[in-house]
């Protein structure tokens, strides 16, 4: 760790294990409301191997305190060797900025490690002025990317007003996608159903009605109801869907044994069965206004079960909690025409290099366009009456 003035109110200190920083200080600046974010979650990240410096995430954690030594900001940071985990953020970027620049790798990655999910990143105490404490975070983080060499700072899957303020600092902007239901006032599934035009409404009626004659039941789990003794079928079957489909695994069993001990009261999961035989899961994590349908496991060849399971019960779960919108992730076609709108996923960067600056400002622009375009045709095969981005429907 290393701590060094940085304004006349604040102290900054830097972090190599979020282990190192006591859970009231960082969950101080982080707050409650977005899971994945919290100190709990970035130490199963952590502890699981998945964030560590033999996977090429090296941690740079920013926290910030005040004049009475309290934590006042932090952001979750990392040294990194790759691009894992993050989609395509920086694609072509690495290419170019070695023929221009040197070497891109290390970069700095303002991130939730493999979690391609949006959410705070500058995170700051409610009663701190948070333009400021922005502002100084983004000068701390630039500071550590000299200090350690790193091309440049990379602030990714951040919120709105985080992505005006990196703008106000000088980084470039660019976009991603994500797939977004919103609550416009449904109570229940059928309110769903009926804000869709009639070729909607049979298509998702004719899969639900496929999957329920496989006579599958379903149990779900959440708070204490999670224990130790569903990490063994939980991750059977998350491994048995990267398995079929030939892909790395992202997330390790050690990280869900650990989020399942730590912060059961911020996950939902739904198990189906069928025989009184595990056949597939959804797991979701719970934020105050946000359900975030991340993982997803099947073995069983059953056709629509995805949908069933992983769309529309979790859209019924939304709609129980009271929760106004579901993050479905940024990949998926299928979404879009059972009902998910798109939305964009914001990304900053600064590059050390000025000659490269230039050169990314043009390619990250088309990239913006991209997203825009991309948002465009996916709201097209919304399957709403009169079709409302984000997936409301009228």
């Known amino acids: 760790m290393s701590c060094s003035l940085m304004t006349d109110s604040w102290t900054v200190s830097v972090h190599t294990n979020i282990a190192d920083i006591s859970p009231e200080d960082w969950d101080r600046c982080a707050g409650m409301d977005n899971p994945y974010v919290r100190h709990c979650h970035l130490l199963a990240l952590e502890e699981s191997g998945i964030a560590s410096p033999e996977n090429g995430f090296h941690p740079r954690h920013i926290l910030m305190r005040d004049r009475k030594n309290k934590a006042v900001a932090a952001a979750p940071a ?41 959410g705070p990143r500058l995170l700051v105490h409610a009663a701190v002025d948070e333009d400021e404490a922005r502002g100084a975070l983004l000068v701390a983080l630039r500071q550590q990317a000299k200090k350690d060499g790193a091309s440049s700072v990379q602030v990714t899957y951040m919120t709105a007003p985080e992505w005006e303020a990196t703008d106000a600092a000088g980084f470039l902007k660019t976009e991603g996608n994500a797939y977004i239901w919103r609550n416009s006032g449904n109570e229940n599934f059928e309110d769903v159903l009926a804000s869709m035009h009639k070729r909607g409404r049979v298509k998702v009626r004719r899969e639900r009605k496929k999957v329920a004659s496989e006579g599958l039941t379903y149990k779900q789990f959440t708070g204490a109801n999670i224990t130790a003794e569903l990490v063994a079928p939980f991750y059977d079957l998350y491994a048995a869907t990267y398995h079929r489909n030939e892909t790395e695994l992202w997330h390790n069993r050690a990280y869900f044994e650990h989020i399942f001990r730590s912060m059961p009261e911020a996950l939902d999961i739904t198990f189906a069965y069928q025989g ?19 993982h997803w496991g099947q073995s069983a060849d059953i056709r629509f079960l995805l949908f069933e399971l992983g769309t529309y019960q979790t859209i019924e779960s939304a709609i129980r909690l009271g929760i106004p919108a579901i993050n479905f992730g940024t990949t998926g076609q299928y979404k879009a025409e059972r009902g998910i709108g798109m939305e964009p996923a914001y990304h900053s960067l600064w590059f050390r290099s000025e000659d490269f600056r230039e050169i990314s400002e043009m390619g990250l622009k088309r990239k913006r366009a991209a997203a825009e375009k991309e ?3 996916e709201t097209s095969r919304l399957p709403y009456k009169m079709t409302v981005a984000g997936g409301g429907g009228e």
């Open 78 to 118: 990392y040294l990194k060797d790759h691009s894992e985990g993050e989609l395509g953020i920086d694609l072509g970027l690495a290419m170019a900025h070695s023929r221009v620049a040197g070497s891109y790798y290390p970069k700095l990655q303002v991130e939730v490690p493999m979690t391609p999910i949006s």
């Open 375 to 377: 948002r465009a045709i």
């Open 276 to 294: 009184g035989d595990p056949v597939a899961m959804q797991l979701s994590f719970l934020g105050e206004d946000m359900l975030f349908a991340q």
